[in-house]
């Protein structure tokens, strides 16, 4: 059936009536922590947030200056009781007992000697740059629960070293020389951090008054100087943290840096033995990869691992549940799993996520690129702290172990991020949904009502300033179309003219090529150009030498290009050239085999003329397209689309005019299906492991019990690839109905038209100098704010233009309008043109 159709309902019903945006989340969706508490208060796994609590994220720039305190008794206070022996507890921690006995034994004074530096000691220079420099040290005023200063401090409470990780798992990373040695070893530096709490504060946190805080850890610690409250530093008898460190640390502080970070608590069943009723070690080597890999691309990777075994419930409790969930009345199930702890434990977990940013805080991370967590607790906790959190990457399902996917099911029901759902009815709805282009306009219209409110994370909207962009595209269509006589958005308008006349008469009249298979080579250009068509960079160029249907030299007629006309230039090129067809009696043709066998990455290179001095972002990721779709032309679910024989893109025009009335009309949804289907399997994986194309999350979306209501589809590459091909049809005579549905294309060039006009501005705590990910929060605002706000300036043009959509389509707005107007705006503000937003791209999206 046509996924497509008019009449099929998008899935991904998400009730803006019963779901709004002011409510909280229905309790009884949510498990609660304390069997005791109330069920007016609404609560996540872990730490409680309660209705009267402000939701207060961290702005360290408040106190940066050291003018004003964030806390009366603060980190340097701490500092100083510790150096002045003034403190609860004793040091040695979780071994305290071992030391206390090894001192007596060994007739020594073991507090006295662990005051005494030796001269034998080194502090490592990366991470001693990291912790002096003031950029860091500004976000230390939040931390409560260790003395940041206690790599140098008298007594140590914080040391670090290199290491080498040997991890069978791990062992098919690239050995760069760098990062992972010849040998497999991974490469690491790693800092022990105890705790030392700051008694009065952390309970401020922890939302207990002083008194009841001091109360209980007398209780569980039988010591009662911690009633004593002179003394506000707390050496408590608990495991620490071990942050291992994958890459130069002290490059978080460049903005350039891309960061992966994984927050894991100890689970020693599985994180060292190995056992399957979890998916902790599975995590755990997946979020080292990940880190490992950022690291090898220059970044940063973090994997703070901390003692936390069993939620802070412990080994028994923990053995006691798992026995619970194994033989109770049913078997092991997700519906049970909470409600099982609940009973053993009399509370379901004991971690209180919020203490745990403070690592992140004292290493100064201020955004995370790629946060390697499934945990909304761990998530809300990390901005509570003022740390931006660009992309969440939940456990791909194939590291899942079997007996753990009860315990996986159980925490997405309550709420854990994931981009699989929890049956394969909901998923397929889910994926129907996110591939029909009605969905785009239904998201992003999601994205605006927040912004409406001011409730976006990373832009306000003035809308007092929208006029401003009325004018300029108005002024740009006026200036470039005085007769208003747009033509269409689409990748033609990149082509240089001549040349393509050129090519179409030598088909006409050379080669005597019939109509229908001119417009089969036409559709082979236009998707290979198409797919090479995202930002190549500034400093990228081509140069035009050689006029490949002639055979000639340019000579004066040489030209050199960049960016998109550059793109289309030398896809142009290489069309001519044959590089993409199997048949050199059929150069200009595109086909599975010549994408397979006869275009290499060398091949690629030469033809976009790359080199050191001609350097191009993400050349193999566009490679890596052409290959996949030189595989998904041949499946043989797509053979309806680019048939049975000869598998190209030009057979597009055979499904197409089979679904034809009689005049050559047809739904453009028919069109969309063969490209939204047929090319799914093109783009490359997610970090996740899932391939879902241009398609990314928004966390405040995100609707309980609704699989993809957080998910924001924009189909950028693929609707281009559609408005461009819609042109080569034309040519054939072939009409299209429902051309509505097609959206603007949510590319930096239209949204870099409203950053600069002030229609959207980022608010103060976001970093504008800094690198982000096309898949990060603060781009997937942009975009979907993009794609309403040429709606509603396209609504504004017509009117002003006394046009009707179909005289002035979006498709013409594109063309005469945004996208030109967005793109002579870059250029006079910024002199390389680049957008307003740093992009870190791998040229398969933008």
Request: aromatic share 10%; with cysteine.
């Amino acid at each position: 059936s046509n996924i497509m159709s008019a009449s099929k309902p998008t899935k991904l019903q998400v009730n803006e009536e019963n779901n709004d945006e002011n409510k909280s989340n229905d309790n009884t969706k949510t498990p609660l922590i304390y069997s005791q508490q109330s069920p007016s208060h609404r609560n996540i796994l872990g730490s409680p947030i309660l209705e009267t609590q402000q939701y207060n994220i961290f702005n360290p720039d408040l106190y940066k200056n050291g003018k004003d305190k964030l806390y009366k008794y603060d980190y340097n206070d701490l500092h100083s009781d510790l150096e002045k022996q003034h403190f609860c507890g004793v040091y040695g921690w979780d071994n305290a007992c071992y030391w206390g006995i090894a001192e007596k034994k060994a007739n020594t004074d073991l507090t006295k000697h662990y005051t005494k530096r030796h001269s034998d000691e080194v502090y490592l220079k990366e991470w001693i740059e990291l912790l002096n420099s003031k950029e860091t040290r500004k976000w230390w005023p939040r931390i409560v629960t260790f003395d940041p200063l206690g790599m140098t401090a008298t007594n140590p409470t914080i040391a670090a070293t290199t290491a080498t990780l040997n991890i069978p798992e791990l062992s098919d990373l690239k050995r760069d020389g760098v990062i992972v040695d010849e040998d497999g070893g991974i490469k690491t530096q790693k800092a022990a951090v105890y705790n030392v709490w700051n008694i009065p504060h952390l309970a401020e946190r922890l939302e207990l008054t002083e008194e009841d805080f001091r109360e209980t850890l007398n209780k569980y610690t039988g010591n009662p100087t911690l009633l004593d409250k002179t003394r506000n530093a707390f050496l408590p008898n608990i495991g620490g943290c071990t942050v291992y460190t994958f890459g130069d640390v002290s490059k978080i502080r460049n903005n350039k840096t891309e960061i992966a970070i994984r927050v894991h608590d100890e689970c020693n069943g599985s994180d060292v033995f190995g056992t399957d009723i979890c998916t902790c070690r599975p995590y755990l080597i997946f979020a080292l990869k990940a880190a490992v890999e950022c690291a090898q691309r220059g970044g940063v990777g973090v994997v703070a691992y901390f003692r936390k075994e069993g939620r802070s419930l412990g080994e028994i409790t923990k053995y006691r549940v798992y026995n619970a969930r194994k033989y109770q009345l049913g078997g092991d199930r997700a519906e049970t799993y909470f409600k099982q702890t609940e009973k053993i434990a009399g509370i379901k977990d004991a971690r209180f996520q919020t203490m745990m940013p403070d690592i992140l805080n004292w290493l100064g991370i201020d955004r995370i690129d790629w946060l390697l967590s499934m945990s909304s607790e761990k998530y809300d906790a990390i901005i509570e702290a003022g740390i931006i959190v660009n992309q969440r990457v939940p456990l791909p399902d194939n590291y899942v172990p079997k007996n753990a996917k009860v315990e996986v099911l159980a925490k997405i029901a309550a709420g854990y991020h994931a981009e699989s759902s929890i049956s394969k009815q909901k998923e397929l709805e889910t994926l129907d949904a996110l591939r029909d282009l009605r969905t785009i306009r239904k998201q992003c219209s999601r994205i605006f009502k927040l912004a409406k409110l001011n409730k976006l994370t990373y832009f306000n909207l003035n809308i007092n300033k929208f006029d401003d962009a009325v004018k300029s595209v108005l002024s740009c269509i006026n200036e470039h179309y005085p007769d208003h006589n747009i033509p269409l958005h689409s990748r033609f308008r990149h082509f240089n003219e001549n040349k393509l006349t050129n090519l179409i008469n030598l088909w006409n009249i050379k080669l005597n090529v019939h109509k229908k298979e001119q417009v089969r080579r036409l559709v082979d250009l236009v998707t290979i150009s198409v797919l090479l068509d995202a930002g190549a960079g500034s400093d990228w160029k081509y140069i035009t030498t050689t006029d490949l249907l002639s055979g000639s030299g340019a000579g004066d007629d040489s030209k050199t290009y960049n960016r998109s006309e550059g793109l289309a230039e030398a896809s142009f090129d290489m069309f001519i050239s044959g590089l993409f067809s199997s048949d050199v009696a059929l150069k200009t043709r595109v086909n599975s085999i010549g994408l397979k066998e006869n275009m290499t990455l060398q091949k690629l290179q030469i033809g976009f003329q790359v080199s050191s001095s001609n350097p191009m972002i993400g050349l193999e990721g566009r490679y890596g397209i052409l290959k996949r779709l030189g595989t998904a032309l041949e499946l043989e679910r797509n053979n309806e689309y680019f048939g049975n024989e000869i598998f190209r893109p030009g057979n597009l025009l055979d499904y197409l005019l089979k679904h034809c009335d009689e005049n050559l009309n047809v739904s453009i949804r028919i069109l969309w299906k063969a490209i939204i289907e047929g090319l799914e399997t093109i783009w490359p994986k997610q970090m996740s492991g899932i391939r879902r194309g241009d398609v990314w999350v928004h966390n405040k979306l995100k609707k309980f019990g609704i699989p993809g209501s957080d998910m924001v589809p924009f189909h950028k590459l693929q609707q281009w690839l559609t408005y461009s091909l819609v042109e080569s049809f034309q040519y054939y005579g072939i009409n299209f109905l429902h051309l509505s549905d097609m959206t603007a294309l949510s590319e930096y060039r239209n949204g870099g038209l409203f950053v600069d006009l002030g229609v959207l501005i980022l608010k103060d705590n976001v970093d504008s100098s800094k690198y982000y990910d096309v898949g990060s929060e603060l781009v997937v605002e942009w975009r979907a704010m993009t794609i309403v706000l040429i709606d509603k300036l396209a609504e504004r043009l017509r009117i002003i233009l006394n046009k009707t959509e179909k005289e002035l389509s979006l498709c013409k707005v594109l063309e005469g309008g945004t996208w030109r107007a967005g793109r002579e705006l870059a250029f006079k503000l910024r002199k390389d043109g680049s957008p307003p937003i740093n992009l870190r791209s791998d040229g398969t999206v933008f």
